[in-house]
Nanobody, 121 residues
């Protein structure tokens, strides 16, 4: 099993920044992709960004491209979020997949508990 624990969420004003962290532990030998998703109230969980486990290959949703940066080192994954807007308000989830270049939420087998990000206008 793989365990994921997010941290770093909070309340920030529009235009501000936050950095989310995800501690990854357990049997990571078969993990090939780690990523971030978010879910706003009344909406489906949506893809935000992903990074390959063994290299710097990244991919972003159009809504965050140029503002968010995903990275990882050892057993941690990060999401640097800049120029935040109220539309970024959501619960953010860290996820891990045994698939290369996983993208859809159904491709990710392991999930964290989520961390709330609230952006005020």
């Amino acid at each position: 099993q793989v365990q994921l624990v997010e941290s770093g969420g909070g309340l920030v004003q529009a235009g501000g920044s936050l950095r989310l962290s995800c501690a990854i532990s357990g049997r990571t030998l078969n993990i090939y992709t780690v990523g971030w998703f978010r879910q706003a109230p009344g909406k489906e969980r949506e893809f935000v960004a992903r990074i390959s486990w063994d290299g710097p290959v990244t991919y972003y949703s159009d809504s965050v491209k140029g503002r968010f940066t995903v990275s990882r080192d050892n057993a941690n994954q990060y999401l640097q979020m800049n120029s935040l807007t109220p539309e970024d308000t959501a619960v953010y989830y860290c996820a891990a997949s045994g698939l290369v270049n996983a993208l859809h939420r159904n491709h990710f087998e392991y999930w964290g508990q989520g961390t709330q990000v609230t952006v005020s206008s």
